[in-house]
């Protein structure tokens, strides 16, 4: 994240969303660093969604990116966050369950 966020609940929430997308996706090897921002609705713009750091494949970078489309939108900010949008940096991570 670019900016202090306290809202820490907010983060799990999104984050839980988005590996009911992605697990089961993830490959063994270098991960993917996804970089999106989000809305105060909970939008996200898609022309915005990029790889900050590719795995090395660009097909499974691919599908890191379709984890968060899929996932989106996700619920809006916090009211009491007055500087969205909120710009995410999220590494994927596989486990050896999948």
């Known amino acids: 994240m670019d900016v202090d966020f306290p809202y ?10 988005i590996n009911e997308r992605w697990d089961g996706r993830a490959l063994p090897g270098n991960q ?11 939008g996200v713009n898609l022309n915005r969604l990029k ?6 494949n660009p097909a499974y970078d691919q599908v890191a ?7 989106a939108p996700f619920p809006p900010l ?4 007055t500087t ?8 994927f991570a596989h486990s050896r369950g999948g």
Do not use: C
Not at 65 to 71: D, K, L, T, V
Not at 85 to 91: A, S, T, V
């Open 65 to 71: 990116i379709r984890a968060i489309a899929e996932s």
């Open 8 to 17: 820490a609940w907010y983060l799990r929430v999104l984050v839980n969303k």
């Open 84 to 91: 969205p949008p909120l710009r995410i940096h999220l590494q």
């Open 51 to 56: 790889i900050e750091k590719s795995s090395g």
């Open 32 to 42: 993917p660093l996804v970089v999106f921002e989000i809305d105060t609705t909970g």
């Open 78 to 81: 916090p009211a009491e966050f």
